[in-house]
């Protein structure tokens, strides 16, 4: 594995400056989820520089790039492309050229990862397995992933592997973590329905923005003291609106937010329980609720024997004490868990922080450390290698 791990460094060390280059022309140049239409046509160029079979348009806007024996096992690397609607604000000489759109979540990072893991595999014929590497679109609205399974990209597949920056790990480090890595998401909408009146007089109407203040506090009491503090549940709020005038009681108020949680179990029963609590207090001070409870995404469950062979051979490159075992799964969603049900996988947080620290993830002004680039592609390079070698002798 050492001969392997060197050759391996070397290449990935040789052609770090050029992929800094292509990341730094993404980054310039993001795109919207499932509008990835020249990051998948400059993602295909390259690939097909690197002598590598290349699908297009799979799943709207992804790329699937083959190689290898055909008739050997299948190992699978997932990246994906999209960007985000946020202004960016680092001010960096390639800071993103289109108003309102920033790779503020590091799949641009992710991309040229995915290119740098090709272009090792061209260059040295590792393995006699098929490889596949899935450059995904629309991970940031948890759609891309059902879009390429819908058109069987993981037929084959024996083992995936996938990536994500980590703004709380610093350059060099890792973070891995068998079992559960990631929640359950979904996004909640809440329609109040009072009843309208004169600001002067609120007994006289429902007031709908009152009531929405009510189910806000009472679904936060009800979480800390009717659900299992050892089976954690975030509800979180981001928008709220309703209402015409200062002084008129507004008849109507749409809530919308987000749900996390960690229990596969107890996220099947949340949509009841949100809703029943929510008609209750509702009820109690004599308005309506109509509640939409839409699944983003289910937990990402990280494969034990996968996620062990990933930490061995991040050992060929790194010091023991910089693979961080993660105590805790992120309540963050990832669309990477859909894949996993069909196929065993796993992820690892690639540290990006540099000396300065790192902003926060979908932050106008996060800016990662672009050596954690080179430490990405050896980790995932060797262990695709070592997952074909081991399905081989399987």
């Known amino acids: 594995m050492k001969d392997l791990g060197k050759k391996i460094e070397f290449l990935s060390k040789e052609m770090l400056p050029e992929l800094i280059l292509l990341r730094r ?58 960007a985000l609607p946020i202004e960016e604000r680092t001010g960096l000489d390639y800071s993103s050229s289109i108003q309102g759109l920033m790779h503020a979540c590091g799949h641009d990072l992710h991309t040229c990862i995915g290119l740098g893991v090709a272009k090792v595999l061209a260059n040295n014929k590792f393995t006699t397995s098929r490889i596949r590497i899935i450059f995904q679109p629309a991970e940031e609205i948890a759609q891309g992933a059902n879009w390429m399974r819908a058109e069987k990209v993981l037929e084959g597949v024996q ?87 200062f002084n008129v009681i507004a008849e109507r108020v749409k809530i919308l937010g987000t749900v996390r949680c960690l229990d596969s179990q107890l996220y099947k029963k949340l949509p009841q329980w949100i809703e029943k609590i929510v008609k209750n207090i509702a009820s109690n001070y004599g308005a309506k609720a109509n509640i939409n409870f839409k699944s983003i995404a289910p937990p990402v469950y990280n494969d034990p024997e996968l996620t062990n062979l990933l930490s061995d051979c991040a050992k060929n490159f790194m010091d023991k004490e910089n693979i961080v075992f993660l105590e805790n799964p992120s309540l963050g969603a ?61």
């Open 25 to 82: 022309h993404l980054h310039a140049h993001p795109e919207l989820s499932g509008q990835e239409y020249q990051t998948a046509a400059f993602v295909a160029g390259e690939l097909r520089k690197s002598g590598w079979e290349v699908k297009e348009a799979v799943g709207k806007t992804g790329v699937v790039a083959e190689m290898g024996n055909k008739n050997g096992p299948v190992i699978g690397l997932r990246v994906d492309m999209d």
């Open 159 to 245: 083992a995936l592997f996938g990536v994500h920056v980590y703004p709380d790990l610093s350059v060099g480090k890792i973070g891995i973590r068998s079992g559960t890595f990631t929640a359950a998401a979904a996004e909640l909408e809440i329609d109040i329905i009072g009843k309208g009146g004169h600001g002067a007089r609120p007994h006289e109407g429902t007031d709908s923005i009152w009531i929405a203040a009510k189910v806000i506090s009472g679904l936060q009491e009800a979480i800390s003291r009717r659900l299992d503090a050892l089976k954690p549940v975030v509800i979180s709020f981001g928008k709220i609106s309703g209402g015409n005038a």
């Open 334 to 394: 990832e669309d990477f868990a859909f894949f996993l049900q069909d196929v065993p996988g796993t992820m690892f947080r690639l540290g990006v922080a540099g000396e300065q620290g790192c902003a926060p993830l979908h932050s106008g002004y996060f800016s990662l450390d672009e050596r954690s680039l080179e430490l990405g592609i050896k980790i995932l390079s060797q262990t695709i290698v070592m997952a074909s070698k081991s399905l081989q002798h399987n």
